[in-house]
């Protein structure tokens, strides 16, 4: 039997982040072969994963990361089963590796299938999984790009915002932050009216007739009535109209024009836990 030493288990556990009875017994399976026993280490999270795969995993942490330049964000959830684990700074940490790592990939299934250490992304799942023993999966995944991004992220990792400004202007960065806190504050449906889909527009018109039947108002005035409620529901429901959180007596548009005659905002991103 190969002499398993205390340096031997930690290096293990460094390298896989598992318990260091696992790592004891995995390397002592793999007769004191490092790699071998990584790759126990491994199939135990397979099968960890394959017995968790119908497992709500609704907890976790969403990151929000900018690039450099701040010319491009990206925003994940990597979700789990509890909040415990989601808290974990570990996993914490992992989230924010993975949402780095996201900056460079287009979508969610190019991540999975990226380098992180010697694995994909989506065997780093697996793996943690038999590590944590909850159901690890990357949730969420959103980009965005423009001339400035801003990131925010709300208190616990619960919710992360991305914002896109028209211009990289002195004040841009405090600018695009209270507006991703507003974004995460407000949940907005859409950027401005025109983001906003016609079923929507539709069913919010309905809506509107008939309340405005039910209180008795005559049919010909409907329409008239209706698109004025429209418009309150854009005013309370698209970014840019919003009222600004930090002053009521302004919109978000008219708040970030404020730092400049010229800047506007061209996108948000949003992603929450749940």
Known sequence: MANITAADVNKLRQTTGAGMMDCKKALVEAEGDFDKAIEILRKKGQKVAANRSDRESTEGAAIAVVNADKTAGVVITLNCETDFVGKNEGFVKLATDLATQALNYATKEELLASDFGGITVAEKLIEQ??????????????????????????????????????????????????????????????????????????????????????????????????????????????????????????????????????????????????
């Open 129 to 274: 999984t038999g590590v944590i023993g909850e159901k690890i999966e990357i949730g969420s995944f959103e980009k965005l790009e423009g001339a400035f991004v801003g990131s925010y992220i709300h208190a616990g990792n619960k919710i992360a915002t991305l914002v896109a400004l028209s211009a990289n202007v002195e004040g841009a960065e405090e600018a695009a932050r209270n507006v991703a806190m507003q974004a995460a504050a407000m949940n907005p449906i859409a950027l401005n009216e025109d983001g906003v889909d016609a079923d929507t527009i539709a069913k919010e018109i309905e809506i509107a007739k008939d309340q405005l039947r039910a209180e008795g108002k005559p049919e010909a005035m409907l329409d008239n009535i209706a698109k004025g409620k429209l418009n309150r529901f854009f005013k309370d429901n698209t970014l840019v109209n919003q009222d600004y959180i930090k002053d009521g007596s302004m919109s978000v548009a008219a708040y970030v024009k404020t730092v400049d005659g010229g800047l506007t905002v061209t996108g948000f991103r949003r992603v929450a836990l749940g």
